[in-house]
């Protein structure tokens, strides 16, 4: 079953995409397991209902011997998806990158993960460090997608993303299925978009558009697919995941250079 990676710069929509691809794989019969690696740990909240205080790192720092069970840290949500979050560093101490390294091992160690598992990784990735590569590094996901607005900043995490990919692509199996697109209703957004993925050697998989119905949903601490499973967003997500179920056209992605970055954006009249 795919091992799917969601990167993107901080605060584009991973976590809310993530929470809602989870949602929708599992109403397709998938059986499904979030990973939250970003020391938010708010990735799995609108499947759990709460955000997740028994993180990997906390657990292992509370048990004795620093060893924990799958039982402290993977946490049942919506529709029985399973929710783990890495969690982070105690401030001042650590390095967040070096937790999610510690965090996968854990998990990869309990063999917590069955392979006919669905898994989605849902990453932040304004900065591709060691521990923050550690997903597409060490072969923990193969199928990579890019969630971007048509904003300078979030574009350029993307292609600093894509770099990583490229980077690791070489020597393992990591692919990029796509860039998915989240609106911020820029000017001509789904164009910048659409060229952007296109010129890096990939597609635009889906432009989810900015509605409130995802703020109303994440007030009530639910996803869309289970607040308001009938409305238009819900089934945007659901198309979404349908066409990553059966995505085989992944590619290595070639990264621009800042400048043909800055003229794409500067084209479309950002
Ligand atoms: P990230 O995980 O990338 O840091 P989040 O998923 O937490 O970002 O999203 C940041 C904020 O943007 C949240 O308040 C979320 O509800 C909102 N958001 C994300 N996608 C949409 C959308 N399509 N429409 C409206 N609001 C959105
Ligand atoms: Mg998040």
Known sequence: MKKIAIYGKGGIGKSTTSANLSAAFSEMGHKVCQIG????????????????????????????????TAAQIIHTGFNGIQCVEAGGPEPGVGCAGRGIIVALEKIRALGAIAEEQLVIYDVLGDVVCGGFAV??????????????????????????????IQKFAKRGKVRLGGIIGNGRNTENELEVLTEFA???????????????????????????????????????????AKKMDTNEDLRIPEPLSFEELEELVYKYGN
């Open 198 to 240: 296109t010129k890096i050697n990939s597609k635009l998989i889906m432009y989810i558009p900015r509605d409130k119905v995802v703020n109303q949903a994440e007030v009530q601490r639910k996803t869309v697919i289970e607040w308001a499973p009938e409305s238009n967003q819900a089934d945007i997500y659901r198309t979404l």
């Open 135 to 164: 997903p597409i590094r060490e072969g923990y996901a193969t199928d990579i997608y890019i969630v971007s607005s048509g904003e300078l900043m979030s574009l350029y995490a993307a292609n600093n993303i894509a770099k990583g």
């Open 37 to 68: 690696c970003d020391p938010k740990n708010d990735s799995t909240r609108l499947l759990l209902g709460r955000i997740c205080r028994e993180t990997v790192l906390d657990m292992v720092r509370e048990s004795e011997d620093g060893e924990v």
